[in-house]
């Protein structure tokens, strides 16, 4: 009886000890996990809050698409090196709910030094900025014409007008505006591009003795003439040389530039240039096009034309500034776009007669 009696003891404390060990352990898991947690709270906290957008970004461009998780723009941040860690941005998103709303789709511009919480904002708010895509190659007329539908019909009238002058030095490239981006603002920055651009090809070669707009006017002639990068050295020696020498350049994309500026001239309408029907780039030239007596028709007349016929890209006044010298005086282009090269006026003629195109 004692000895069941002691067994029972022994067991009561062996129960309250284990119960006791249990209840310990089960303390110290809980407060190991808050732990845990607390201590992944704060290094998601301090990881995201201490990033800032890198200065050493190519672009500080952002696309939100219609329809995109909140996961995929954090994805789609990292990939573009806005933020070091999209799974840390979720998990930051899950830890402070409250700074959680709706991510609009847009076009956004941010900038160097941007934190977690601003990039958030602009996204957030809906603050995004419209792109626009200027085409190399482009006229003044089709700048506002692209401006006209994307921005309003007043807005590119006063382009239009604060521009005038300055074809061939509205720079082509993608733009992005807001609401209070005025004309004037957009022209400024165009040009202002054109300048940084100009200097970066012209930085290689000091030794060029045509004046700016020489160049400007001939790089937008090889502009229209060829998109082919590979191809525009070449044709800019060629009428370099004819430049030289004293040819006519003859261009055809001369006459058309020359033929649509007399059509819109006679047109009945005060912005002619607004026309979404109106054709600035007249595919096929008649003989009497090439009659037309226009200080533009290079067909015609020796020399240049008075101004660029168009916007030349980055790679086309690269081209005349860096021309490449050839045996070539004449070229066409066939009906896939290569271009086709002669020495002699034989070898053109050839050429034409084979391609059925026109120089």
Same mark, same amino acid.
């Given at each position: 009886? @004692?000895?069941?009696?002691?067994?029972?003891?022994?067991?009561?404390?062996?129960?309250?000890?284990?119960?006791?060990?249990?209840?310990?352990?089960?303390?110290?898991?809980?407060?190991?996990?808050?732990?845990?947690?607390?201590?992944?709270?704060?290094?998601?906290?301090?990881?995201?809050?201490?990033?800032?957008?890198?200065?050493?970004?190519?672009?500080?461009?952002?696309?939100?698409?219609?329809?995109?998780?909140?996961?995929?723009?954090?994805?789609?941040?990292?990939?573009?090196?806005?933020?070091?860690?999209?799974?840390?941005?979720?998990?930051?998103?899950?830890?402070?709910?409250?700074?959680?709303?709706?991510?609009?789709?847009?076009?956004?511009? @941010?900038?160097?030094?941007?934190?977690?919480?601003?990039?958030?904002?602009?996204?957030?708010?809906?603050?995004?900025?419209?792109?626009?895509?200027?085409?190399?190659?482009?006229?003044?007329?089709?700048?506002?014409?692209? @401006?006209?539908?994307?921005?309003?019909?007043?807005?590119?009238?006063?382009?239009?007008?604060?521009?005038?002058?300055?074809?061939?030095?509205?720079?082509?490239?993608?733009?992005?505006?807001?609401?209070?981006?005025?004309?004037?603002?957009?022209?400024? @920055?165009?040009?202002?591009?054109?300048?940084?651009?100009?200097?970066?090809?012209?930085?290689?070669?000091?030794?060029?003795?045509?004046?700016?707009?020489?160049?400007?006017?001939?790089?937008?002639?090889?502009?229209?003439?060829?998109?082919?990068?590979?191809?525009?050295?070449?044709?800019?020696?060629?009428?370099?040389?004819?430049?030289?020498?004293?040819?006519?350049?003859?261009?055809?994309?001369?006459?058309?530039?020359?033929?649509?500026?007399?059509?819109?001239?006679?047109?009945?309408?005060?912005?002619?240039?607004?026309?979404?029907?109106?054709?600035?780039?007249?595919?096929?030239?008649?003989?009497?096009?090439?009659?037309?007596?226009?200080?533009?028709?290079?067909?015609?007349?020796?020399?240049?034309?008075?101004?660029?016929?168009?916007?030349?890209?980055?790679?086309?006044?690269?081209?005349?500034?860096?021309?490449?010298?050839?045996?070539?005086?004449?070229?066409?282009?066939?009906?896939?776009?290569?271009?086709?090269?002669?020495?002699?006026?034989?070898?053109?003629?050839?050429?034409i007669a084979t391609y059925g195109l026109s120089e």
């Amino acid at each position: 009886m @004692l000895h069941r009696f002691r067994l029972v003891i022994r067991s009561e404390r062996y129960l309250h000890n284990m119960h006791t060990y249990i209840k310990r352990v089960s303390v110290f898991c809980f407060l190991a996990i808050v732990a845990g947690i607390f201590s992944f709270y704060m290094f998601v906290k301090v990881s995201v809050e201490s990033a800032r957008i890198p200065s050493e970004l190519s672009s500080y461009s952002v696309t939100v698409l219609e329809g995109e998780t909140i996961t995929q723009v954090f994805n789609n941040l990292q990939n573009g090196g806005f933020i070091p860690s999209a799974r840390m941005a979720v998990w930051y998103m899950r830890f402070f709910p409250s700074e959680q709303g709706v991510i609009h789709a847009g076009e956004y511009v @941010l900038s160097e030094g941007y934190t977690f919480g601003q990039i958030y904002d602009a996204l957030h708010n809906g603050s995004f900025e419209e792109r626009l895509t200027f085409i190399e190659g482009w006229r003044r007329e089709e700048y506002a014409r692209y @401006l006209s539908e994307k921005v309003g019909i007043d807005f590119a009238r006063e382009f239009y007008e604060i521009s005038q002058g300055y074809e061939g030095k509205l720079f082509p490239d993608t733009y992005f505006i807001d609401e209070s981006t005025s004309a004037q603002t957009l022209f400024d @920055l165009m040009t202002q591009t054109f300048e940084i651009r100009y200097a970066q090809a012209v930085s290689e070669d000091e030794s060029s003795v045509l004046l700016q707009d020489e160049i400007v006017t001939i790089a937008s002639i090889v502009e229209r003439e060829t998109p082919r990068s590979d191809d525009k050295p070449i044709v800019a020696g060629i009428f370099l040389k004819r430049f030289e020498y004293g040819w006519p350049l003859g261009s055809d994309v001369t006459v058309q530039y020359a033929v649509a500026t007399e059509k819109s001239g006679m047109s009945s309408s005060n912005d002619a240039f607004l026309d979404t029907d109106f054709n600035w780039w007249e595919a096929e030239i008649s003989y009497n096009d090439l009659e037309i007596q226009s200080d533009f028709n290079t067909r015609l007349f020796v020399g240049l034309p008075p101004h660029a016929i168009a916007n030349p890209g980055f790679d086309s006044l690269d081209a005349v500034l860096h021309s490449e010298k050839s045996d070539y005086w004449y070229f066409i282009a066939d009906r896939e776009g290569t271009i086709r090269y002669a020495r002699t006026i034989d070898e053109h003629n050839y050429n034409i007669a084979t391609y059925g195109l026109s120089e």
